[in-house]
Nanobody, 116 residues
Framework: QVQLVESGGGLVQPGGSLRLSCAAS????????MGWHRQAPGKQRELVAH???????NYADSVKGRFTISRDNGKNTVALQMDSLKPDDTAVYYC??????????WGQGTQVTVSS
């Protein structure tokens, strides 16, 4: 049974930082690309960042230079460090796993709210 459990969301002021974590189980974690998606009310779901099994990273233009994705294959965890947060970053953030080219497994999501 695949489980992706996110933690670390919350309320932060503009310019602040948050670190999201995702604990994975039931998958061959070290062999899979992991990602973070987000969805804001009234907006399309967006792939924020992903990291391959070898550690190659890729970011959406909207978060480049502010967000950092990382993984620990020994602990089956993936993290998203978010700095210089903006109100537009407000969304539900989902940890996801890519299988055969598709984002197949999703966590339950964690709310990030950036507001003064």
């Amino acid at each position: 049974q695949v489980q992706l459990v996110e933690s670390g969301g919350g309320l932060v002021q503009p310019g602040g930082s948050l670190r999201l974590s995702c604990a994975a189980s039931g998958i061959m974690f070290s062999f899979l690309t992991m990602g973070w998606h987000r969805q804001a009310p009234g907006k399309q779901r967006e792939l924020v960042a992903h990291i391959t099994k070898d550690g190659t990273t890729n970011y959406a233009d909207s978060v480049k230079g502010r967000f950092t994705i990382s993984r620990d294959n020994g602990k089956n965890t993936v993290a998203l460090q978010m700095d210089s947060l903006k109100p537009d970053d407000t969304a539900v953030y989902y940890c996801t796993t890519q299988v055969l080219g598709a984002w197949r497994y999703w966590g339950q999501g964690t709310q990030v709210t950036v507001s003064s």
